[in-house]
């Protein structure tokens, strides 16, 4: 354990480091807004199982069958996301992380780099889960009035979970590695992770959950909660912890002692034999990780035609720069899975415009389809903010340490900004203008609200990819070894406030001229001179704004490489 304690120092000093780092003024900012939003989530998260629980247990008897069964559930959900957030995250520290080739030349086993890696993997996939966890537990332990040795076996049950997790994927990845390149089995795994999202995501919401919440829709309460079931077998961890802890709601020692002792063991018994297991094939699997893996697609050809003739109408340097950067988009693996993700989404977005039960409503539909036609502006708007916060915002800081050869390149700063604004603008206008359009004429509304909506759409999407573009070379960086990340970063939370700030100004600015003009064009009424003139300030304003956001923040990111 020496060796492996030794190991670890590294990232213990470094995160003591950057906490010393923080005390400096400029870091106080983002450590009350990080902290904030935090707080205010945890808080937000409690509030609403609080809420939940409390209606659950005011219901006589049936309540508290739903409060156990939504307990089994979250804990399944749980578990399932530390199983794939630790195969991802195994597969990086210790396959990919750029340290490893110093570290395999130290004078220390395998075995222990193993053990190493693995429990900083396992800290790294586990920490925001459990911290999350704690308002939606603590809410079941005031609502039962729970006895303290349910927080205590709380705590411990989550870590025995969370260890679980993390050996199971550390003796996938393992034996995965022994048989394919860690680079392949990573393009693999995200690809196959995007596909079971897509069918788990279409598979819900073609369940129509929202008939759960009227149990008057089943033919009796067996049925019913039938349909809640969740995978119960008493050879499964979620089992043993789900069981716990209903054990320590209800104050029943024994029960709760023994299925904490089976989750305690297996746990154990898990990282016995990956201890056991690494010392025989993880250097092998590391060995065959620095192999260039080949690559699961090959570009797009057809009788000489290439997909980069396209480009053709492109200076020759913006051409070059607008190649690399497309190449470099579906080269990178976690990138285009993503893909297929956003298209899934996009069809339950639309989905559920269709399933809204508008005739069943006491409000008139025509009021309605063009309330939730006028949101559904915001709505695209967000989604488009998550989509430029996850594809646009890094697309400055993935140059890595190779953007000395952007500035030493004859192309301007300026036009290397605007290369990567428009390399995005183009797919993500088509697809919110689909978006709208769409789900417009699935509400039938009228035809002013489905030009409103085209035309703030038309402004909004440039704005939002200014934004994305300028304040994401404002906050580039280049020495990350994984640039996606920057999105979680001061940066692209700042990016996110103030995308949803500009969406919501131009929303509320439309809003009141909107109003006006409906109901006058529905009753048949004039518009007076203050009316419009009141309007066109509105709009005007909306307008302005939009302009603003595009053209300022790619100036002040110029600004900043340039002097960076």
């Known amino acids: 354990m020496i060796s492996v304690i030794s190991l670890l120092q590294p990232r213990v000093l470094s995160s003591l480091n950057s906490l010393k780092r923080g005390n400096k003024k400029n870091n106080w900012s983002r450590v009350l807004m990080f902290g904030s939003l ?10 609403i199982f609080y809420r939940v629980l409390s209606y ?71 920490w925001m889960i459990v911290a999350f966890s704690l308002p939606v537990f603590l809410s079941y332990g005031l609502i039962y009035k729970a006895p303290a040795i349910y927080y205590i076996i709380f705590f411990a049950n989550m870590l025995f979970l969370c260890l679980i997790a993390s050996a199971l994927s550390g003796m996938l990845v ?26 788990l995501i279409l598979a819900l919401r073609l369940t129509r959950p929202e008939q759960l919440v009227n149990p008057d829709s089943f033919a009796s309460v067996v049925v019913y909660l039938n349909s809640l079931q969740t995978p119960n077998s008493p050879i499964l961890p979620t089992t ?9 709601l209800r104050n029943e020692p024994y029960t709760y002692f023994l299925n904490f002792a089976l989750s305690v063991t297996f746990a154990l018994m898990l990282i016995f034999l990956n201890s056991i297991t690494s010392q025989k094939i993880y250097f092998t699997g590391f060995s ?44 990178d693996s976690s990138q285009w899975p993503q893909l297929f993700l956003m298209a899934a989404l996009i069809v339950i977005y639309l989905y559920n415009f269709s399933a809204l039960p508008l005739d069943n409503a006491p409000i008139k539909t025509i009021y309605l389809q063009n309330i939730f036609s006028f949101l559904n502006i915001g709505l695209v708007a967000s989604v488009l903010s998550a989509i430029s916060a996850r594809f646009v915002f890094p697309a400055v800081s993935m140059e890595g340490e190779a953007f000395w050869i952007v500035l030493a390149a004859p192309v301007k700063i300026k036009n290397f900004l605007w290369i990567k604004f428009f390399l995005y603008y ?12 769409v789900s417009n ?39 990350s070894e994984n ?23 131009v929303i509320i600015l439309e809003a009141g001229p909107v109003y006006q003009i409906f109901m006058a064009d529905l009753h048949g009424q004039t518009f007076s001179l203050s009316k419009i003139i009141w309007s066109f300030f509105s709009f005007g304003l909306a307008f302005s704004l939009c302009i603003l956001a595009i053209f300022y923040p790619i100036q002040l990111g110029e600004k900043h490489l340039i002097v960076k």
């Open 38 to 47: 935090g707080i205010f989530f945890w808080i937000g998260t409690f509030i």
């Open 288 to 331: 065959k990780s620095q192999t260039t893996p080949r690559r699961l697609f090959n570009p797009l050809k057809y009788k000489g035609f290439h997909w980069e003739n396209i480009l053709n109408f492109l200076p020759r340097e913006s051409k070059a720069f607008a190649v690399k950067e497309i190449r470099t988009f579906f080269r």
């Open 483 to 505: 640039p996606a990340n920057t999105v979680t970063s001061f940066g692209g939370l700042l990016f996110m406030i103030i995308s949803f700030a500009l969406i919501a100004t």
């Open 240 to 248: 043993w912890v789900s069981d716990a802890m209903i054990a320590a």
């Open 174 to 199: 393992l034996f995965g590695a022994k048989i394919l390149p860690a680079g392949r089995i990573r393009t693999i795994l995200i690809f196959l992770g995007a596909v079971m999202v897509i069918i």
């Open 56 to 126: 659950f247990h005011s219901v006589e008897d049936f309540g508290d069958i739903l409060a156990i069964k939504l307990l089994s559930m979250i804990i399944m959900t749980f578990f399932v996301l530390l199983l794939f957030s630790n195969i991802i995250n195994c597969l990086s520290h210790l396959y990919l992380s750029q340290d490893l080739p110093l570290l395999h030349s130290l004078p220390v086993s395998s075995k222990d780099i193993f053990l190493s890696r693995w429990a900083i993997s396992a800290f790294d996939s586990s």
């Open 441 to 479: 004429l699935l509400l039938k509304v009228s035809s002013f609200m489905m030009i409103l909506s085209i035309i703030t759409t038309f402004f909004l999407v440039p704005a939002v990819l200014g934004l994305a573009t300028g304040i994401g070379a404002i906050y580039a960086d280049f020495k």
């Open 426 to 437: 183009i797919p993500l206008m088509i697809l919110a203008e689909v978006l709208i359009v």
